[in-house]
């Protein structure tokens, strides 16, 4: 469990060094992530909250962390539970551990704070916790309804990004599981059929 962090004191030496810090970095009670924010906000700084699994850390990851990471001064970051990915996509997932995927997080350049999130806690708990100035989603994440209600209700505003990645982590694994190389990634960028492999072995590219 991540320590606790009260203080602007706190914030600055642990939470705005360059080294990970992951021991301060890594909050796990909502309620200290509040207070972690009133402090940001305090302070006049532009809190921006993002979720996902990064499951298998890749090149899209890292890009939209730093394009999230661009929306304000202070990123936090929601990642899903081990029990949260399996009851969305199976008992295979994640490939890799929570506790080893929220150490991959901190290392990311811009990370501010990361947190859990579970399949105990209620819908938007995070959001909630945080109200934060700018909330980052991919377009598949929210409905236009949602945005609507998030904004009105729990946020600054609501800010949509593509993904960035060339091949999902889904089709990373079961080229993996097939013995399919990766393909080159320029290659593939200039080539609309770069997951004929994975059709023609009869799974689909997604």
Not at 13 to 22: I, V
Not at 87 to 93: I, N, Y
């Amino acid at each position: 469990m991540g320590r606790p962090l009260l203080g602007s004191q706190a914030l600055s030496s642990s939470l705005f060094a360059d080294a990970s810090n992951f021991e301060q970095r890594f909050v796990e009670s909502y309620d200290q992530v509040k207070t972690i924010v009133s402090a940001l906000k305090t302070l006049r700084m532009r809190v921006v909250l993002t979720s996902g699994s990064f499951d298998i850390i890749h090149e899209g990851h890292s890009m939209y962390l730093e394009a999230a990471r661009g929306f304000g001064d202070f990123l936090i970051v929601g990642l899903d539970s081990d029990d949260k990915i399996q009851a969305r996509k199976g008992p295979d997932r994640p490939a890799v551990p929570q506790m080893e995927r929220l150490r991959m997080v901190t290392h990311q350049r811009g990370v501010g704070l990361v947190t859990l999130k579970g399949v105990q806690h209620p819908r938007w708990a995070l959001i909630k916790a945080v109200e934060p100035d700018v909330l980052v989603a991919t377009a598949d994440t929210y409905t236009p309804a949602e945005i609507a209600e998030l904004e009105a209700r729990y946020c600054g505003r609501v800010e949509v990004l593509e993904r960035m990645a060339t091949v999902s982590t889904s089709a990373r694994l079961r080229r993996i599981q097939l013995g399919i190389p990766e393909p080159d990634a320029e290659a593939e960028a200039g080539q609309p059929g770069g997951g004929d492999e994975l059709a023609r072995a009869g799974r689909p590219g997604k």
